[in-house]
């Protein structure tokens, strides 16, 4: 069942008796000139989501949210959660569904990737694009990434760490601040692509 909720008049109550929801959209599509300047995006989520047990897609982009609800970590069915264009960061990204698959934290206010990640043991694919990370944790190699993109970020190095993932088959670095690439000599990653993009890289690791 697909459900898509306006913001114009916020979320009412109701919404959460929909037990049987799967999927779910709570984002902004159109402008002012739609709904007018009484627009309310959502920058806090509201009690309730602990009901929606067999939602396995939430879509929350395109909002103002500055932290998460306790209540999205009981959603242990859900699968894809994507939180593009909102305004978080790293320490308001807590209480995470625990089975995740699918990640989106693109344009966000992230300077380095929220410890809740860790938890994640499902994630196998991950959007922090457009954010302000200089830094790439060593924990993330724990985790089964497939596709990983970190476009536009503040990353000076692309880490070794990001060569060890050993399920990452593709790695997008467009648009970052990159000046070198430190792959170690033998990488566990299966690295099937990877592309680099606008980077200030001049010279590539010699054989």
């Given amino acids: 069942m697909l459900s898509e909720v306006s913001n114009q008049t916020g979320l009412p109550q109701s919404l959460f008796e929909l037990e049987q929801l799967q ?4 984002n902004t599509f159109s402008t002012e000139e739609d709904f007018g300047e009484d627009c309310t995006l959502l920058s806090i989520l509201p009690k309730g989501f602990k009901k929606l047990r067999q939602l396995k897609a939430l879509n929350l982009a395109e909002n103002e949210l500055v932290q998460l609800h306790p209540e999205l970590a009981t959603l242990e069915q ?3 959660l994507d939180l593009t264009e909102n305004e ?3 320490e308001a990204i807590r209480d995470l569904p625990p089975n995740l698959t699918r990640l989106d934290l693109s344009y966000n206010q992230l300077k380095e990737l929220p410890d809740s990640l860790q938890e994640l043991k499902q994630l196998r694919h991950l959007d922090v ?6 830094q790439i944790p060593d924990w993330l190699s724990t985790l089964p990434i497939e596709v990983l993109y970190l ?4 990353l000076q190095e692309a880490q070794k760490v990001l060569f060890n993932i050993k399920t990452l088959r593709k790695l997008e670095l467009k648009n ?3 000046t070198s690439l430190s792959i170690p000599e033998e990488p566990k990653s299966q690295l099937q692509e ?7 890289l001049t010279q590539l690791p010699a054989c």
């Fill in 176 to 178: 970052c601040q990159i």
């Fill in 78 to 80: 859900l699968e894809q």
């Fill in 151 to 154: 476009n536009a970020n503040q």
């Fill in 23 to 26: 999927e779910l959209h709570i």
């Fill in 129 to 134: 694009s457009y954010n302000q990370i200089t």
């Fill in 88 to 90: 978080l960061e790293a």
């Fill in 194 to 200: 990877l592309t680099l993009g606008t980077t200030p």
